[in-house]
């Protein structure tokens, strides 16, 4: 079955920064990869979805990237805020939805 | 529209003991899932649902857990008897995709403590 993983568990940055998290699976057949976030007791929440016939999707200051040889696919947050700081959780899905352990993001003010 | 209800929000019960969650999900969605989520880690499917018919339950540990969908609508998560292993938050999603291939709409989860 499908496997999720994702790097790195904590990333801490300054306000104003980029944050990069990424995620690898391994069942081929997986095609659509969205992206969660989890504040502290809340519900997770979609910020972004791509599908596997898109390399790359934008959505003001997130991004994600999607390499199906290399079966990995990547966040990108660019100049962060303090409302970034949440638990974020990438996915894979060939039939369910399959998510990695998450990402712990610190925006430093 | 209303969003993914989930009762009860808190429950604290000792081990052995048994506990019943219920889910209404959003109206019109055919797929409902179950995600048991253990602090500090992500979501772990426990069972999909595709209208009142089972499409994965194969993480669902079966002597001790049991889910249905009655009429497609409504589900209920049940464990019995509990074990120490099981505190956790159990979250109900649905989602228009049978196939999991659009976003999930998650409910605001039902905290488990067992002691």
Known sequence: ?109 | EAGVAQSPRYKIIEKRQSVAFWCNPISGHATLYWYQQILGQGPKLLIQFQNNGVVDDSQLPKDRFSAERLKGVDSTLKIQPAKLEDSAVYLCASSWDRRAHGELFFGEGSRLTVL
């Open chain 1, 1 to 109: 079955g499908e496997n999720v993983e994702q790097h790195p568990s904590t990333l801490s940055v300054q306000e104003g920064d980029s944050a990069v998290i990424k995620c690898t699976y391994s069942d081929s057949a997986s095609n659509y990869f969205p992206w969660y976030k989890q504040e502290l007791g809340k519900r997770p929440q979609l910020i972004i979805d791509i599908r596997s016939n898109v390399g790359e999707k934008k959505d003001q200051r997130i991004a994600v990237t999607l390499n199906k040889t290399a079966k990995h696919f990547s966040l990108h947050i660019t100049e962060t805020q303090p409302e970034d700081s949440a638990v974020y959780f990438c996915a894979a899905s060939p039939v369910k939805a399959i998510f990695g352990a998450g990402t712990r993001l610190f925006v430093k003010a």
